[in-house]
C-alpha cells in the first residue's frame, strides 16, 4: 500500500454507539491531520499530531477522541456522536507539521442516525 | 485571522474552454498557497503549489501564479476535459508552526462534452 489509507470507507453509527476511523501513512511522514468536511462549509481541521503529540486541538467536542500510538498511525475515536456529526472525515499527512505539503486519504463518510 | 475565499461555483464550461477559479486570500506573514482537487467519492489530491511571491504552480495543464500585490491565487487551464470535472480547493498554510491548512469553500467544476 502506498500514501495515506483510511478505513472504513463508509460507516453508519447510531448515536449511541462507539466507533473508531483507522488512518495509516505508508510515506514515512512525521505529522498527521484530521479534518472534517460537511456539505457546504469549507473543511475544518480538527487535530494535528506532529512526532506522536497533540500539537492542535480546534476547539473539537469531547465526543471525538484522536488517538496516535506511532507516527504511522492515526485514529479518531467517536462515541455519543450527535446527526449533525454526519460528515466526510479526511486525514492527511506531511513530512513535518510545518508548511509542508499534506497528503490526503480517501476519507471515511460518516452518518449518524 | 486567516482566510481564503474562492469564487462560488458551480462552473460549467464546454470541453476545451478556458477555464479560472479566483481565488484570493487574507493572511499575517509570507503563507504558502495550494490548490487541491477532489474528485467524485474521493478524498483531495494536491494539484499544485507556490511558496513565495511570484512563484508558479502547475500541474497537468493547470496553472496558478502567487501574487502578493493581490493577494491572489488564481487557478487556470487553457482547455478544459470532461475529467477535470471535480471540486477544486484552494488552500494556504495558516500562521503558526502547527500545519494548519486553512481552505477555501471549495469551486464545482462541471465540463460538458
Known amino acids: 500500500e502506498t500514501g495515506v489509507t483510511q478505513t472504513p470507507r463508509h460507516l453508519v453509527m447510531g448515536m449511541t454507539n462507539k466507533k473508531s476511523l483507522k488512518c495509516e501513512q505508508h510515506?514515512?511522514?512525521?505529522?498527521m491531520y484530521w479534518y472534517k468536511q460537511s456539505a457546504k462549509k469549507p473543511l475544518e481541521l480538527m487535530f494535528v499530531?506532529?512526532?506522536?503529540?497533540?500539537?492542535e486541538n480546534n476547539s473539537v467536542p469531547s465526543r471525538f477522541s484522536p488517538e496516535c500510538p506511532n507516527s504511522s498511525h492515526l485514529f479518531l475515536h467517536l462515541h455519543t456522536l450527535q446527526p449533525e456529526d454526519s460528515a466526510l472525515y479526511l486525514c492527511?499527512?506531511?513530512?513535518?507539521?510545518?508548511?509542508?505539503?499534506?497528503?490526503f486519504g480517501p476519507g471515511t463518510r460518516l452518518t449518524v442516525l | 485571522g486567516d482566510s481564503v475565499t474562492q469564487m462560488e461555483g458551480p462552473v460549467t464550461l464546454s470541453e476545451e474552454a478556458f477555464l479560472t477559479i479566483n481565488c484570493t486570500y487574507t493572511a499575517t506573514g509570507y503563507p504558502s498557497l495550494f490548490w487541491y482537487v477532489q474528485y467524485p467519492g474521493e478524498g483531495l489530491q494536491l494539484l499544485l503549489k507556490?511558496?513565495?511571491?511570484?512563484d508558479k504552480g502547475s500541474n497537468k495543464g493547470f496553472e496558478a501564479t502567487y501574487r502578493k500585490e493581490t493577494t491572489s491565487f488564481h487557478l487556470e487551464k487553457g482547455s478544459v476535459q470532461v475529467s477535470d470535472s471535480a471540486v477544486y480547493f484552494c488552500?494556504?498554510?495558516?500562521?503558526?508552526?502547527?500545519?494548519?491548512?486553512?481552505f477555501g469553500q471549495g469551486t464545482t467544476l462541471q465540463v460538458k462534452p
Open positions: 499530531y506532529s512526532l506522536e503529540e497533540r500539537v
Open positions: 510515506l514515512g511522514h512525521n505529522a
Open positions: 492527511a499527512s506531511s513530512h513535518d507539521s510545518l508548511t509542508d505539503t499534506q497528503y
Open positions: 507556490a511558496t513565495k511571491a511570484d
Open positions: 488552500a494556504l498554510t495558516g500562521s503558526g508552526n502547527t500545519g494548519k491548512l486553512i
